[in-house]
Each structure stands twice: as C-alpha cells, then as structure tokens.
C-alpha cells in the first residue's frame, strides 16, 4: 500500500500441519509475518515506523533443524518481534542537520523448548546532528538503550559521541571520534572514555566498504561491512564484535535428574554445615513447589549482556 502519506508493505502466512496419525498431539500453526509500515505524520519533519516480524526458528543449533514443517520438533520456536519508531528530522539555517528517533522493540519466543525464556521490551533512543562544508564536518552522537527482561532490573547502556569528519575525495570519508560511555547492567557498572576511527569508502555503485573500530569497556568494538555487485554474483563479507542481549541457553537438566542433589552442590558454599544445608534444601523445594526428580527436561538461560564476535 502506498498512500500520500504512508507506506505498508509485507506478508504473512499461516501454515497449518496436521498429523494423520498422532493428531492433536502434534497438530500445530506455524505464523509466519513480516510487514514494515511509515506514516508521515507531519510532512518532511514527522514520521512514525513500525514493523511486525514472526518466523520460525531453532533455538539450540545442536539439536535437529528440519528442513520443512512436516516434521516436529522441541527445537523450534516462534520469534516475535513488534516494534514502534517516531523520529523527527531535519536542517536548520545553519545547514546542521539532525535526527531525534525513539525506537521501541517487544520481543517474545514461544514453544515448548524455550518456555524459560522471558519476553523483553528493549528502548533505543537516538539523537545526532552534523554538518559537513566542504572536506570538513563535524558530528555529535547520543544513544541510550535499556533492555528490561520480564522480572528483571533493567540493563541500561548511554554513549556519547563527538566525530571529526574528513572528506579528501567525494566517494571517500574518515573520521575520528571520542567520548564517554556509561553502562548499568545490574551486577557490574562500567563508564569510562571511548575512542574509535572509521571510514567510508564507496568508489561506484557496485562497491561500498564502511568500517568502524571503537575502543569500549570490553576492549575492541568493530563493524565492517562490504559489497561488490558483479554482473552475474554478489559479494558480502560482514564482521562485527559487540554486545548483545539475547537470552543465551546455559546448560540443560535431562529427565530424571536429582532436583534435591543439584540444590545441595548450589547451596554449598552459602551453607557449609551439611545438616543445616540439608534443612535449608527441604525447605526450598517445600516453598517453591519443586518436584523430588524432574520428569522432562528444563532448559537454563542467562538474560544478561554477551559478548558477541
């Protein structure tokens, strides 16, 4: 749909499995969405995105991975993201130019493997001005995200960042930034003096290289992408080294495993003495309701900022 003002395009499928002989019990809907969509609300300054994306995925990439639908399996699931984006932007007489975006992202997965994974809703706030005379420009940079995982303290990230821009040839462009980073991830606080270089390089319209490094609180932080289109192929290579907050699986409990013993080696050094450990566990699985042994598998998951190269 394209309207004067508005734009939506997308699709979205219902794939319905049934089972001749095991029936209900593996019966299942497997939804299937991705739909983008723009309003402009206030015209050249206003404007409002949002997206809908449903799939289908695994989530443990040791366990099976069929290739269609028709088989079942405990690892897939459905990743669901729903997102809602106003931003303003524009020049001023100066000839600066700025943005001010708000992103707003829900995530959920759902199916029987990744029932202990919590939903999130994770806020991304952006804001920068530039302006660029000639071989030389200048760029300031905000961006705030926060993460906030169902049941949890909120993990918060701010950057700020002020650019050089350095412009020797029209298809490329270096730059050099510096500035200050502040990070609350519950447990662990870090804030400090960040520091990075980039460039852009796209010499035709076939080929474009952008890369950035920036010294971080974890070390190195680095993005790379290149293209080259030829006439019969296309060529992408992507390397990236940051942080990322996606639930990851830590370990899984099989079937039939002593719920009793594992608190026992967990409380162990919070409760040295044996008798009052012994006490303390009854008393847990007492007050939380917890099965003696487990009867299916339990799958334990971290929701907490990872390191992802």
């Known amino acids: 749909e394209v309207g004067a003002r508005t734009r939506l395009s997308g699709s979205v499928s219902m794939p319905i499995v049934l089972y001749a002989r095991t029936g209900s019990e593996n019966d299942q809907v497997y939804p299937q969405a991705a739909l983008n969509g723009t309003v402009e609300a206030v015209e050249k300054f206003f404007f409002i995105d949002g997206t809908i994306l449903v799939s289908q995925q695994y989530f443990s990439p040791l366990g099976p991975q069929p290739v269609g639908l028709a088989n079942a399996t405990q690892n897939r699931y459905t990743a669901e993201s729903y997102s809602v984006n106003p931003y303003i932007k524009g020049r001023t007489a100066g000839d600066v130019q700025y943005q001010i975006r708000d992103e707003n992202l829900w995530t959920k997965a759902s199916g029987a493997a990744v029932s202990g994974v919590n939903d999130a809703y994770t806020n991304h706030f952006l804001a920068n001005a530039s302006r660029q005379s000639g071989q030389f420009g200048w760029a300031l940079d905000y961006d705030r995200s926060s993460v906030a995982f169902q049941s949890q303290p909120q993990l918060r990230t701010q950057l700020g960042r002020l650019r050089l821009l350095d412009s020797p040839d029209p ?139």
């Open 171 to 309: 298809q490329l462009q270096l730059s050099a930034s510096v500035g200050y980073e502040d990070n609350d991830f519950g447990l662990t606080q870090n804030r400090g003096t960040i520091y990075g270089v980039g460039a852009k390089w796209h010499p035709t319209n076939r080929t474009a290289l952008d890369a950035t490094w920036e010294h971080r609180f974890f070390g190195s932080s680095y993005l790379v992408n290149f293209t080259h289109r030829m006439p019969l192929t296309v060529w992408n290579l992507n390397a990236s080294r940051n942080i990322t907050s996606y639930p990851q699986q830590l370990a899984t409990l099989p079937t039939g495993f002593d719920v009793q013993s594992l608190l026992n080696q967990l409380f162990l050094s919070s409760v040295p003495d044996p008798a009052q450990r012994q006490t303390f566990v009854d008393e847990f699985i007492r007050n939380h309701g917890l099965p003696a042994v487990l009867s299916s598998t339990v799958n334990l998951f971290s929701d907490q900022i990872t390191l992802v190269q």
